[in-house]
């Protein structure tokens, strides 16, 4: 049987949809709910669910950022989005991130038996495509050119947003898993993302971020070296002087000087 899940703050369509939804018309079981997208996403990865059925204008959640982290995660995990956000460019998205079906609240019950529908012949043409999935790598379950469209999509929509924290964080004391939670994935699922798409691993990453900044601040004669260091996040000055020479082959000090001449 199909598991589903079903992730809303509104109780009475939770328990509306758990009480009058056919389930095992489509061969489903309902194996889990909750009300905020948080505890939905621990559940999720708890559960392992082939179907979400989930409202994605929650308090304390990207919409977004959740679609895209589960189909990166779960590339074969069916969504059907029930919400009453009516943005069509947000619709649009989402749909491009990998959901099956984007329905909008009040929905009609043929609606979501429809949705359902769907999801569940999606869900049977993948075993049929891989009946041994459990045994395949996660390169070889997304052979499917429609599926490795939307799992690479996801993927790339998260390393776009991982590196904009990074940017905009950069002088903070970041470390990977802080990133992971911004874009709802786990550290190690994040690690392998960023190298994959960028070459670089998240330290490299930090580093560069802050070397950038150190940059701009070294234009200002009146900072200290030392104070750039700290500003850009360095906890020490011998630290921050080997990654910039190492980025830049110069030194800080080299830097400055050869900008001041132009």
Excluded at 177 to 193: E, F, G, M, N, R
Excluded at 225 to 231: G, L, P, W
Aim: glycine residues 4%; proline residues 3%.
């Amino acid at each position: 049987m199909y598991k589903v899940a079903i992730i809303d703050d509104e109780p009475l369509i939770v328990e509306g949809l758990c009480r009058t939804m056919p389930w095992e018309k489509w061969d489903c079981q309902l194996t889990g709910f909750a009300y905020n997208g948080k505890e939905g996403l621990e559940m999720i990865r708890k559960e392992r669910p082939d179907i979400i059925i989930s409202d994605i204008n929650m308090p304390e959640l990207d919409g977004l950022k959740m679609i895209a982290a589960l189909k990166s995660e779960f590339p074969d995990m069916q969504l059907i989005i029930l919400t009453g956000y009516r943005e069509f460019e947000y619709a649009r998205e989402a749909i491009s991130l990998g959901v099956a079906r984007f329905l909008l609240k009040p929905s009609k019950m043929n609606e979501l038996e429809e949705a359902m529908e769907e999801v569940t012949r999606r869900l049977m043409q993948s075993e049929e495509h891989f009946p041994t999935a459990s045994l395949l790598t996660e390169e070889d379950t997304t052979e499917n050119a429609e599926d490795v469209s939307y799992h690479n999509e996801a993927n790339s929509f998260i390393v776009k947003n991982a590196l904009e924290y990074i940017r905009d964080n950069s002088q903070e004391k970041l470390r990977l898993v802080d990133v992971a939670d911004q874009v709802y994935v786990s550290q190690w699922h994040l690690s392998k993302l960023l190298n994959k798409h960028t070459g670089k691993t998240f330290s490299d990453i930090l580093n560069s971020a802050r070397i950038d900044k150190a940059k701009e601040l070294l234009n200002d004669p009146s900072l200290r070296i030392c104070d750039v260091a700290e500003m850009v996040g360095f906890q020490d000055l011998a630290h921050f002087s080997r990654v910039f020479k190492k980025i830049e082959n110069m030194s800080a000090n080299e830097y400055r000087n050869t900008k001041s001449k132009l």
